[in-house]
């Protein structure tokens, strides 16, 4: 039997889309440990008392790959 995956809800990454609907781009940050956390998890960072931060970042940068999703994952 597969495992059920339960997606993250909406409301997680709803900064990450509203930044895009102002033309910028942000991603979440952990406070304590400042690594980057793409796609932002349920629990919080791995860090025990750290919070996400969103931030703004460069529109710059280097693509090494993508990934085309043709069905829902």
Do not use: K, N
Request: glycine fraction near 6%.
């Amino acid at each position: 039997m597969l495992p059920v995956f339960d997606p993250p809800p909406a409301e997680l990454a709803a900064p990450f889309w509203r930044a895009i609907d102002a033309l910028r781009l942000v991603l979440p940050r952990c406070t304590l440990c400042e690594q980057w956390q793409w796609y932002p998890p349920v629990g919080g960072t791995d860090c025990p008392g750290g919070d996400l931060r969103w931030e703004e970042v460069a529109e710059t940068g280097t693509l090494y790959s993508f990934t085309v999703v043709h069905r829902s994952f």
